[in-house]
């Protein structure tokens, strides 16, 4: 828009310089010329006037069409104005200068210098002797014939050339901005790419975080809670010196031991227990059987014949509800009685795992139960718990993929 304004500017002051020295190059010619002064200097003047004013509106601001018919009328009164004055091609020049300039940069391509040079042809045509507002006008010399053509075809080409130079400098301008609006984009897409992979990195980090709590506190809580029991079972005999004192001393050793050894492989590998199909329900049969026999609570379990046919994270999910449930009725519950149930309801996993503890009301959530949660909504469950005033009881809904 700049650059269309400054353009205008220079066309309007191009006018103004061509019709004030038409004008006075006029004043002169017509203190030696008896016909200039007597007949027609008063129109001269007026008609002058008239073009300067048309010239400044075909450069201002107005609809196409209106600068065509501007265009024309300014056409019209330059052989208006340059027929009665014969010999005098210097003012003809002087005019046709601005009528060129404007013809040429007003169309686009070679239309304005095509019009131009054919308005030079028709100008030179009628220099010929005639009559105009009753004055008898000399024709001009050939010489100066030759000479205002060469003037005026050398404008127009020296015109339609600087038009170029300035078309290809601005596309070149435009090309510029382009290049500089793309290499910004570039740099705010690069700016907001940096940013998402901080984002991902501190989520990534944030979720290994809560991978390894959760599986440090399954590994080392449901170890801990087998050595207190067993602990405190050899405490309860009163004859230190019993084998059964030894024997319970020994399992809790070995409990240590293997907290100990799952608690390295969780730090160091970081990868969860092997649960394959066929060996899920021994597994968990195996953990109520050792939780029962050490926690003397009476474990009740139920579960659809699907329970062998879920996916590995479903069973790895399900075995670390049913281990974080138990641990937490032993650590913070007087149950003894659990119940755990593992049914298929409609498109869902549905366990349930209810005690009948009397410490239930006002508990808060520990990283026990977020990592269990947590393990849930990773498979897009929900866990749903309930605490009463005579029980406790933890329901787990996974919904079963397809496929």
């Known amino acids: 828009m700049e650059r269309e304004r400054l353009f205008a500017i220079f066309l309007i002051g ?3 310089l061509s019709h004030m020295g038409a004008g006075l190059f006029f ?23 008239i ?50 300039t404007i013809l040429v940069f007003s169309f686009s391509d070679l239309y304005g210098e095509k019009i131009a040079l054919i308005i030079i042809v028709v100008t030179l045509m009628l220099q010929a002797p005639y009559s105009l507002w009753f004055t ?79 599986e440090v506190h399954d590994i080392i809580s449901y170890a801990m809670t087998n050595q207190l029991m067993l602990v405190q079972a050899a405490m309860s005999i009163k004859d230190k010196n019993s084998p059964v004192v030894d024997e319970l001393l020994e399992k809790a050793k070995n409990e240590i031991n293997g907290g100990m050894s799952k608690t390295r492989a969780a730090l160091g590998e970081l990868r969860d227990q092997e649960f394959d199909q066929e060996d899920v329900n021994l597994l968990v049969e195996q953990l109520i059987a050792k ?48 119940e755990i149930l593992c049914e ?33 909504e990773m498979l897009g469950g929900v866990l749903k718990i309930s605490a009463l005033s005579l029980g406790f009881t933890v329901r787990a809904e996974i919904p079963i993929a397809e496929g």
Not at 40 to 49: D, I, K, S
Not at 73 to 85: E, R
């Open 27 to 49: 004043g002169v010619q017509e203190q030696h010329v008896d016909y200039l002064r007597i007949h027609w200097h008063l129109p001269f003047y007026l008609l002058l006037a």
């Open 136 to 214: 008898q006008v000399p024709a001009p010399s050939m010489e100066n014939m030759i000479f205002a053509a060469f003037i005026l075809v050398v404008f127009t080409l020296f015109l339609s050339i600087l038009k170029r130079v300035m078309n290809r400098l601005h596309h070149e301008e435009i090309r510029s901005r382009k290049y500089n609006r793309a290499l910004d984009e570039l740099t705010n897409n690069s700016f907001d790419y940096q940013h998402i992979s901080r984002q991902n990195a501190m989520e990534l980090i944030r979720t290994e975080k809560q991978y390894i709590t959760r």
């Open 14 to 16: 191009v006018s103004l």
């Open 51 to 100: 073009s300067a004013v048309l010239s400044i509106l075909i450069n201002l601001k107005i609809d196409s069409g209106k600068k065509q018919v501007i265009l024309l009328i300014d056409v019209l009164l330059f052989f208006l104005i340059g027929y009665p004055l014969g010999p005098h091609l210097d003012i003809e020049i002087i005019l046709g200068i601005n009528l060129i």
């Open 291 to 338: 939780f029962k026999n050490f926690s003397h609570i009476d474990v009740q379990f139920r579960k659809d014949e699907f329970f062998s046919r879920l996916p590995r994270a479903y069973n790895q999910t399900i075995f670390h509800i049913i281990q974080q449930c138990m641990t937490n009725t032993y650590l913070h519950s007087s149950a003894d009685t659990i």
């Open 344 to 376: 298929h309801e409609g498109r869902c996993v549905v366990v349930v795992v209810k005690d009948n503890g009397t410490n239930s009301r006002g508990f808060r959530e520990g990283i026990g139960i977020k990592g269990m949660r947590e393990r849930i």
